[in-house]
């Protein structure tokens, strides 16, 4: 679920969900990372070049995912006396949203067409900007819905966060509405997406960085190679969180105070009003990668108004940032070398034919960016730290190989075109130079979500494990004191890593995939064991499962679990 977007080159830290550098904030080699975006993970990319976002289509299962246990509640949310409503946040709960179309919410070209489906309703919800003082500053958030096409059926709403943390809900949601993705659960819920705090079409906007100022970032490679250099890309972490501040407070609202509450703990919040403002007793809810610590939280504050939960790609709650960074950067390299022996086979391969040698193969083409970036046609520059994120976009989808295995031959014959639109993709980068924003809403909200690690000794342990897991994305500098953007941060977290207690709870099903490289395996179990959940196996190397591997094992289980409350046999495990 996690990787932090590396400062001053490419960032990525302890999340996984969309999509930004899979390993850290900090460089994703040995060295500093190079850019905004390489540290920590992050959310599956919406769409890679040559792809549209919608879901594969379902695969013949090869294994089963039998619905052997029984409802743990009746499926309409109508059957549960209403949830009480916090004090002094009554007026919040009570209000009315204005249902409209939703072409006026598009924040970039793609969600412009999207959002222009007369199918499609969008609102703003009012929350408080700071939840202990309800009278004070408000925030709005951007919400979609699709209402259910079986209203006579209808049990709900049901919402779901793709992960990030600064993913778009609103856009997930309107290109899989609108795609027809989620048509079963769609007959029996509104599906309805949200964009969190300061995140899309919400207001006030994170904001650290223009578009240009981005480009240029993405440009630069953070080195660690003398000491000259390392003082270097440390004012340029400070430069960063000072902008951060700044830009966001250009909005008309006090940019640290806003900062100290956009985390998960206030997410999770706006998500029990919105629940309550669309009506619904119960909670139902589906959270990819981040959006899984959405969830936990929420049931952490809320148990009791939990229907149900579907957890895919988990953030490990108990876990450290520094563990689950290391243990991201594994998955990763994990999943290159499966990729490099699929292109062996596939051949012929920029890489090679012995998937042994790809990490050496792949370090000859992009270490050389380090010192000398790779000018484009559209005149910018494939930088060492967009290529590495190219390479590492492309991990989250195996249908997505073939895109990966064509831009490393682009590059191996010096045009770096194809690998720089797979690193855009993660950056949600549209055709006009748009950003959507997730490199600063990722950091912002992973920076008050974990601790920081600022001592020295540590922060160069941990940049020199997290190159020996993944050496095809070890830029060869040595490591050194660079540190995570949070080091900087300018607010303290609200949130850190211990272990769920949460009695009471109902029946929740966690999906986790085997060769997930953004959220290991073992997170899910984990997830699964401190929940006391079911959990659910695909085996395949992707991120994230439910509705969008093509396996309609897993999408047969999740769909009777959330209609029916109906959990798949215990040891579950689909193909």
């Not at 007959?187 to 949200?194: H, K, L, N, P, S």
């Not at 430069?239 to 940019?255: I, L, P």
């Not at 070398?337 to 086979?345: E, R």
């Not at 490591?479 to 977290?493: G, S, T």
């Amino acid at each position: 679920m996690l990787a932090a977007i590396a400062l001053v080159a490419s960032c990525a830290a302890t999340i996984a969900g969309t999509a930004v550098a899979p390993t850290g904030s900090r460089p994703t080699g040995s060295g500093p990372a190079t850019s905004m975006s390489d540290g920590g993970q992050i959310t599956e990319p919406s769409a890679l070049p040559g792809q549209s976002t919608a879901t594969p289509g379902p695969s013949a299962p090869t294994g089963t995912a039998s619905a052997t246990g029984t409802a743990s509640a009746t499926s309409t949310a109508s059957a549960t006396r209403t949830a009480p409503v916090p004090a002094g946040l009554e007026k919040f709960y009570q209000q009315k949203l204005a249902w409209g179309r939703c072409d006026g919410y598009a924040t970039n070209t793609d969600d412009a067409a999207t959002y222009s489906s007369a199918a499609l309703q969008c609102a703003y919800l009012i929350a408080p900007m700071v939840y202990g003082k309800p009278s004070g500053p408000t925030v709005e958030i951007g919400v979609l819905r699709k209402v259910a096409t079986n209203a006579s059926a209808r049990i709900g709403s049901l919402l779901v966060n793709p992960g990030g943390p600064g993913g778009s809900g609103m856009s997930f949601v309107g290109a899989v509405a609108v795609q027809g993705s989620f048509a079963h659960l769609n007959e029996r819920f509104d599906i309805v997406g949200f964009d969190p705090r300061g995140i899309g079409s919400s207001k006030p906007l994170i904001k650290c960085q223009t578009d240009a100022e981005l480009d240029a970032t993405r440009a630069v490679q953070n080195r660690s190679n003398t000491p000259q250099a390392v003082t270097l890309a440390d004012a340029r972490l400070k430069k960063y969180a000072d902008q951060c501040v700044a830009e966001t407070s250009a909005a008309n609202v006090d940019g640290k105070t806003f900062l100290a509450n956009v985390g998960t703990r206030d997410v999770a919040k706006d998500l029990d009003v919105l629940r309550a403002v669309l009506g619904d007793s119960k909670l139902s809810y589906l959270g990819f990668s981040y959006g899984t610590r959405i969830g936990y939280v929420y049931a952490e504050q809320f148990p009791t108004n939990v229907r149900a939960l579907v957890l895919d790609g988990a953030v490990d709650p108990d876990e450290d940032p520094a563990t689950e960074e290391v243990g991201q950067n594994r998955g990763f390299q994990q999943a290159f070398v499966t990729f490099a022996g699929w292109c062996a086979q596939h051949g012929p391969c920029a890489l090679g034919n012995d998937p042994a040698k790809a990490t050496a193969r792949f370090q000859g083409l992009s270490r050389p960016l380090v010192e000398q970036p790779l000018k484009l046609s559209d005149g910018r520059v494939l930088s060492y730290g967009d290529a590495t994120l190219g390479v590492a976009t492309a991990m989250y989808r195996q249908d997505s190989w073939p895109v990966l295995a064509t831009a490393l031959d682009k590059l191996a014959n010096g045009n770096g075109g194809p690998l720089m639109a797979l690193a855009d993709a993660y950056y949600e980068r549209d055709a006009s130079g748009h950003y959507a924003g997730k490199p600063d809403s990722f950091n912002a909200i992973r920076c008050v979500d974990e601790p920081r690690m600022t001592d020295p000794a540590d922060v160069i342990k941990l940049n020199a494990a997290a190159a020996a897991a993944a050496p095809f994305q070890d830029s060869g500098d040595p490591a050194a004191d660079v540190p995570d953007i949070c080091a900087v941060w300018p607010v303290p977290p609200t949130l850190g890593p211990h272990r769920l207690q949460v009695p009471g709870l109902p029946a929740v099903l966690v999906v986790s995939t085997t060769g997930d490289p953004a959220t290991p395996y073992v997170n899910g179990v984990d997830l699964a064991k401190q929940l006391g959940a079911r959990l659910l196996t695909f085996e395949g190397t992707r991120h994230t499962a439910f509705l969008l591997g093509g396996s309609s094992c897993v999408d047969d289980a999740g769909n009777s679990y959330l209609i029916d409350l109906r959990l798949p046999a215990d040891g579950a495990r689909c193909s």
